[in-house]
């Protein structure tokens, strides 16, 4: 993980207790419905911008190194990028996606934003679309791969030849 301000950081967590790492839901809705998942919805609305805000002033006010966007599927929140902005001005920001509404558009979004890191969490592969990591390059974002082999057991032997 890619922290910015490393040197500011370290004493914030080991002198006044705060928070390497907050976890904030922007949307509960997602394109996918991995069978093992209980954290999503095909309805619910995004997370008011304005909540939004006001949840990441108290994560900056307790200090949080980072914070992470998720889901259900973050980009599936319409103002991800200035969600992802907001939360920069002060913290570390990281985002954890599924990958398959990552397009050259979102990700210039988000990395104009100033993104510090994004998570692809592979939980399926049997979308259409490759995961784009190539797309991912031109800006400098920093691409972790995950999967969920523990409990994708349906799918584990295309993930492990994957
Ligand atoms: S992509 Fe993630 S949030 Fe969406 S259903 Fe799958 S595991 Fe759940």
Redesign the pocket.
């Known amino acids: 993980m890619q922290i910015k301000n490393l040197l500011q950081a370290v004493p914030r967590v080991l002198f006044s207790n705060a928070p390497l790492d907050a976890q904030l839901i922007v949307t509960r809705r ?5 069978g ?2 209980s ?2 919805d095909s309805f619910s609305q995004p997370v008011p911008l304005e909540d939004l805000k006001e949840r990441i002033d108290a994560l900056h006010r307790l200090g949080s190194v980072n914070i992470t966007l998720l ?3 973050p980009l599936m929140h319409p103002d991800v990028a200035e969600i992802t902005r907001y939360a920069g001005r002060k913290a570390n920001v990281s985002v954890v996606t ?1 990958g398959f509404l990552l397009r050259n558009g979102v990700i210039t979004a988000l990395n104009d934003a100033g993104l510090n890191n994004l998570t692809v ?1 592979i ?2 592969l049997h979308a259409d679309l490759p995961v784009p990591q190539s797309t991912c390059r031109p800006p400098h974002l920093q691409v972790y791969l995950c999967n ?1 082999l523990l409990f994708n057991d349906v799918r584990i032997m295309q993930l492990v030849r994957f």
């Not at 997602?30 to 991995?34: F, G, K, P, R, Y």
């Open positions: 997602c394109n996918l419905s991995c093992y998942c954290e999503y889901g259900g599927e599924n969490s939980d399926t969920t």
